[in-house]
């Protein structure tokens, strides 16, 4: 596997054939609380998993750290609900940037291939609210498949950070918008529930997702991230880790958030016992 840098951010090839762009620097709008992305990505055959600016919800870009609630500042994207209306509106000047820095750091191996990215967390009035450091892990598997691991660690500067999900369907943190093989995929969990109604706000070590027309991803939580095993946000075409949805989460100025994330991407739906096993490979590496 290698790394392609580009104008966007970089590719992620698996010889010449594109397994996920990632886009960095790409212009969108403010209402859009701009941030880094992988999209589009593909299962090793080449099939499509994500949906990148759906019309109904353009803020939705593939695979994503989006952040509801920062400092009173909205870094997912579009409408707020507002408890008091007791619906989504519009809040002009509002949306925040996670603003991409630079690339500090790439290593290649055989089969693998890592990359480390420096960002900053900005309000609507561009101060600078938070400093991250990313490193994004890709390995090949034997079996036809690829492990990525999404770890960060995320810094307050001036100040406490203050992070909460949606108060209404309290999403928030890493989020999966997928398309076409998987808009109405079926899902599972580690603890043997099925189907995104069973799964959502329940906590699970890891969930699948197996598209319609074949391929599967997994995306699993680490036993050293706060709040595991998380809740889960889950729909149709929706995965999330709910770090955020029993409560809000404080981190002091001087403190750091650390997380990490395991993403698996495969050609086949995984069993139970398979997704168990990519898992148990994950927390042990």
Known sequence: MELRENCLGFELRDGE??????RACE???????PKPCFAPIYTPSGG???EYRPADHPWHTGLYFGWVHANGANLWGGPWYLP???RYEMVEGSHGVQRHL????????????SIREKLEWLDPQ?????????TYTFRKQEAPGYLWTIETRIQPMGGPLVLGASRAARYSGLELRLGPPFADAQHRDSEGREGHEQLMGQRARWVSAAGASGGGVVMMDQPGNPRH????????????????MEGD????????????YGFVLLDQAPSAATAEAIYRDFVGG
């Open 17 to 22: 054939r594109l397994v996920a762009l990632y």
């Open 126 to 134: 561009d101060r600078v609210m938070a400093e991250e450091l990313r």
């Open 48 to 50: 499509l998993v994500t």
């Open 84 to 86: 008091e209306k007791g």
């Open 229 to 244: 095993p998380t809740p889960w946000f889950v729909r149709r075409n929706l995965l999330g880790v709910g770090l955020l």
């Open 249 to 260: 989460l404080t981190v002091k100025e001087g403190e750091e958030l650390a997380l990490r």
């Open 27 to 33: 212009e969108l709008p403010r209402s859009e609380s």
């Open 102 to 113: 630079d690339f500090v750091g790439e290593r290649v191996e055989a089969g693998e291939v």
